[in-house]
């Protein structure tokens, strides 16, 4: 049987595993914390110095074990997560493809859920998506949500055949958001300015329209219409992005891509 006390077990201490190592730290998480990384960061290291963690101590199944691998890794080492998988213990997957069946049949417990989390959960400022079978008690899906909470907001229980859409706007989406200012300093530095400052505006500007956008009741397609003029500098700009085959096709185009590829790896 798994310990009352025998607390969290994540396995993968990588940047996701350790946000969420961390906030749990931060937020006071009274249990044991548990953490298996092969090769342990120097965050890891000190945390386990100042008696935060316990850095790969013998396995034994946990309360809650969360998994942070890499998806392509998971079918060379599912034998060995069952040392921390007991008849009582909930289980937790951030990892992108494998569905809840994989989870269930490698890791031999049909208590399993998935999360995905995006990178602005290294500051607090993320969204995870939250994945759960239909046997899921209420009891699990609100310990998950307090569990994912340190990393900002979550998003669920949503059924798994939306996971890969949403995947692919939540989980991907910080890359484009970054790809946007880096287009835009780049466009800048193209038309003579110096190349901090074209990256100092770009990155300001990107921050400040979603600080906007999180502030206001309106609608993105308010917004935008709000700082066009017609006839402006701004209406030039995106009679370009919006022509046909521009900004919208592809990152129509881009998002079906994303699905598809985590629609093969589940399958892998």
Known sequence: MTRPDAGLTLVGGGRMGSALAGGWIQSGYEGQIAV?????SDQLKAWEANGKIRLNPAPSPAATLVVAVKPQVFGTISDELKAFVGP??????????????????????????????NTP???????????LPQTA??????ALHKLLSPLGDVEGPITEDKISAATAIS????AYGFLLAEVMAAAGVAHGLDADMAL?????????????MMSSDEPPSTLRENVTSPGGVTKAALDVLMRDGAMPSLM????????????????E
């Not at 959960?121 to 994945?131: D, E, P, R, S, V």
């Open 36 to 40: 298996h990384d092969p090769k342990p």
């Open 88 to 117: 009582d213990t909930l289980v937790l997957s951030i990892m992108a493809g494998i569905t809840l069946d994989g989870l269930a049949t490698g890791l031999g417990t049909p208590r399993v859920a998935r999360a995905m989390p």
């Open 171 to 174: 989980g991907c989406g910080p």
């Open 200 to 212: 100092r505006l770009a990155r300001k500007t990107v921050e400040g329209a979603g600080a906007l």
């Open 252 to 267: 129509e185009e881009a998002v079906a891509a994303a699905v598809r590829r985590d629609r093969e790896l589940s399958g």
């Open 121 to 131: 959960g290294l500051i607090g400022k993320g969204m995870t998506l939250l994945c």
């Open 137 to 142: 008690s209420a009891d699990d899906a609100n």
